[in-house]
């Protein structure tokens, strides 16, 4: 199985400060034929379910502010919030969906207002 | 606007069984794969299962085959999981998802609680 790796933890970063979020895969999620990256990222609230923000590594879902940008490819992705804002405060998790399943989530990373 | 309701969550003790549903609306339910994902308290989501559109090909995690059945029933929008063998660990709150595909969205529930314990 993929395993996906995302550092650090958690982070403290100040309102309209930019916010850096790594996820590495234990093997490329690449799907040559389209030459996509299955790669999403979600963003999850406390009691609500998790919301997609990015898809196929770099794609801004709809809906989805400008300041949420993803970037990477192969086995290493980031996610970018460029200005923080107080809504921001969540917890971001990366998801690979690379083909036949099992599908897998990274560990998830807590982000909080400095 | 799409839609998915999950029911069926409950208490249950270790040994036990339960069966999920989720009624979809909004969308050409029988179009779409479906899927169910898990998560337990302070955890990371975890993917459980998938089941294409028309069943012919259903998929689930390790920690699950052999106690875990996802279903569908297309004419009547619905999607199951039927959980036998549940064990401690088993508890999390269970969302029925539209999983991404190539229009790059995806559909959650807002979930079902399983609690396993003695």
């Known amino acids: 199985d993929i395993v996906m790796t995302q550092s650090p933890d958690s982070l403290a970063v100040s309102l309209g400060e930019r916010a850096t979020i790594n996820c590495k895969s234990s093997q490329s999620v690449l799907y040559s034929p389209l030459n996509k990256d299955y790669v999403a990222w979600y963003q999850q609230k406390p009691g609500q379910p998790p919301k997609l923000l990015i898809s196929w590594a770099s794609t801004r879902g709809s809906g989805v502010p400008d300041r949420f940008s993803g970037s990477g490819s192969g086995t290493d992705f980031t996610l970018t919030i460029s200005s923080l804002q107080a809504e921001d405060v969540a917890v971001y998790y990366c998801l690979q969906y690379h083909s036949t399943p099992p599908w897998t989530f990274g560990q998830g990373t807590k982000v909080e207002i400095k | 606007e799409v839609q998915l309701v999950e029911s069926g969550g409950g208490l249950v003790q270790p040994g036990g069984s339960l069966r999920l549903s989720c009624a979809a609306s909004?969308?050409?339910?029988?179009?779409?794969?479906m899927t169910w994902v898990r998560q337990a308290p302070g955890k990371r989501p975890e993917w459980v299962a998938n089941?294409?559109?028309?069943?012919?090909?259903?998929y689930y995690v390790d920690s699950v085959k052999g106690r875990f059945t996802i279903s569908r029933d297309n004419a009547k929008n619905s999607l199951y999981l039927e959980m036998n063998s549940l064990r401690v660990e088993d508890t999390a709150i269970y969302y029925c998802?539209?999983?991404?595909?190539?229009?790059?969205?995806?559909?959650w529930g807002q979930g079902t609680l399983v609690t396993v314990t003695s």
């Open positions: 909004g969308f050409t339910y029988s179009r779409y794969w």
């Open positions: 089941i294409k559109q028309d069943g012919s090909e259903k």
């Open positions: 998802v539209r999983p991404l595909d190539n229009s790059g969205r995806d559909d």
